[in-house]
Every structure is written in structure tokens, then in C-alpha cells.
């Protein structure tokens, strides 16, 4: 970008993977900065189910952590007319999956408890007449604190192998991490000249604050590994009379797809153009130039 007064650098950055939270490392692991130079800021978005036109953004400790965990059960398998001949690793996750849902309301205090453990997946068998060797759990936790995460772990790992020893399991639990997350803060100085910005381009009143999301974003990598600040903002994409209507029955939940549901489809305009314009608006302030409203 050149103008009158400079010439200045805007790299826009695509990023892959990040649905494992490894794109971002990934791309600063393959020398990003080096070969294009470090950033004074980095300002990014996603398109959420959220009206489109609207934009969303909490400055601060905007997404929370994740650590997503495989957890392998093992039992002995038998033919299902003799159950007393197994140690049955259906019944030892059913068991877990269960007991799982006690570590928020019972092992952290309610003014902590902004805290989710999902079970995400359970396999086992192949049969219904044969009990299997084994089952898997797949675990997606969500904390906002370093102290909650380390808790949360503690007693999911205590929980596993509590209920596989219960159940007369014959060899420990396997306990493993798919990926993991970081908190993602957005600088508080970096959000106020972004999203002035951002509202003299599209309106201020279409500028929203969420609140923290429960949601996990790996783009600080970025930020923390350059040393620079983040703004990170939400980009409305649901049709604005559909969400109207959906909200106003009180069937939001119901009716809204979310990211992520086969359902989920952004409708074209204004998403589009209300992103390019919230990008372009946020990287000429940061320039110290000014964006024309659209």
C-alpha cells in the first residue's frame, strides 16, 4: 500500500488448520515474519451466526482455552449371553461419560464455573452381541484461567482411571492430548482504535460486545509470538430477518444453524461486504489514514 506519505506493508494472512488450533504455530514455525516482516498489529475476524452486517468484538479475554483429550478404555471383551466373562468397557465409559458432568458443578466454584467439559464422542464395539475390548472417549474442555484448566485436567484424569479400576479394569486408562488452544485476549488500546474505526465505516450501532466467548481461537499466535497486540473480532453472517424473527419466538437456539452444523450457510451480502469493509477500515486506522463510511 503506498499513498502520499509512505508506504506502508498490509499482509493478509489465510490461515490453514485452524479448526486444530495448529495453523497459526504452523505458520510462524515456517518463519512468517522472518521472510514478510513482524506487524505492528494483528486484526483478524470469523463469520459467526450472528446477524449480518453486525460486527462483534470483547476487548480483553475474549476466548477461552481448549484441550481436546482421547481417552481409551480397556476392558475384556465376551459374547453378550455371558456378561459375567467380561469386563465390560461399554459400561466403564457410560460410567465415565456420566461422571464427567460433576466436574463443573461439583469440583469448581460457581463463580469459576464459566467452564465446559463436552463429551464429543463414544466408541466402542462393533456388534450387538458381542462385548468389546475396548472403548474411546473423545473430551473438548473450554477454561478461562490457567488455575480452572490445571483443576478441570486433575479431575478429568482422576475420574478415568477411578472409574476404569472401579469396573475391574486389568490395564490403566490411556489419557492423550489431539490439541490444545490458548487463551485468546484482545488488547484493550488495539479493540478502541480498531472498532472506532470499524464504526465510522459500517455504524456504530451495528458494533456489538458479546461478552467472552466459550469459543477457541489460535490467531494470538500470531500476536504473542511477534510480541504485538490483537484485535479479534466476530463478523455477523445469519440473514438479519431470519434471526429477528428466530429471537423474537425465543427459538434462536432452535433456528439459527451454528458454525460448525451442516446447516450453517453465511448469506452472501452484506456479510462480504461488511467484512472487507470492517478489514479495510481497521487497517487504516492502524496506519494513522482514514476509511470512507460505506
Not at 61 to 71: E, H, N
Not at 97 to 107: A, F, K, P, W
Request: aromatic letters at 6%; charged letters at 15%; glycine letters at 8%.
Amino acid at each position: 500500500m503506498t499513498s502520499r506519505i509512505g508506504t506502508y506493508t498490509v499482509l493478509a494472512v489465510f490461515q490453514p488448520a485452524e479448526e486444530l488450533g495448529q495453523g497459526a504455530q504452523a505458520m510462524v514455525d515456517d518463519n512468517l515474519y522472518a521472510r514478510f516482516g513482524t506487524p505492528d498489529v494483528v486484526l483478524g475476524q470469523h463469520v459467526m451466526s450472528i446477524p449480518a452486517g453486525t460486527i462483534a468484538c470483547h476487548p480483553g479475554l475474549a476466548f477461552a482455552a481448549t484441550d481436546a483429550l482421547k481417552v481409551r478404555m480397556f476392558g475384556r471383551g465376551a459374547h453378550a449371553s455371558m456378561p459375567e466373562a467380561a469386563i465390560d468397557p461399554v459400561m466403564m465409559a457410560a460410567s465415565t461419560v456420566m461422571r464427567l458432568q460433576t466436574v463443573v458443578s461439583r469440583e469448581i466454584a460457581s463463580r469459576d464455573r464459566a467452564v465446559v467439559v463436552t463429551v464429543g464422542a463414544l466408541q466402542a464395539g462393533t456388534r450387538d452381541n458381542i462385548i468389546p475390548d475396548e472403548a474411546e472417549l473423545q473430551l473438548n474442555i473450554r477454561t478461562y484461567t490457567p488455575q480452572v484448566r490445571a483443576a478441570v485436567l486433575g479431575a478429568v484424569e482422576r475420574i478415568v482411571r477411578g472409574e476404569a479400576a472401579v469396573a475391574g479394569a486389568q490395564r490403566d486408562a490411556e489419557i492423550s492430548t489431539m490439541h490444545t488452544f490458548p487463551l485468546m485476549v484482545n488488547d484493550e488500546d488495539a479493540c478502541a482504535r480498531a472498532l472506532a474505526a470499524i464504526g465510522d465505516a459500517v455504524g456504530h450501532d451495528r458494533l456489538t460486545d458479546p461478552g467472552a466467548s466459550s469459543g477457541s481461537e489460535d490467531v494470538c499466535v500470531f500476536g504473542t509470538s511477534a510480541n504485538v497486540p490483537v484485535c479479534y473480532w466476530l463478523l455477523g453472517g445469519i440473514d438479519p430477518d431470519t434471526y429477528a424473527k428466530a429471537e423474537a419466538a425465543g427459538t434462536r437456539n432452535r433456528d439459527i444453524p451454528q458454525n460448525h452444523s451442516p446447516y450453517f450457510a453465511p448469506v452472501m451480502q452484506p456479510t462480504i461486504t461488511n467484512g472487507i469493509t470492517a478489514l479495510t477500515a481497521a487497517a487504516l486506522a492502524w496506519l494513522g489514514l482514514a476509511a470512507h463510511p460505506a
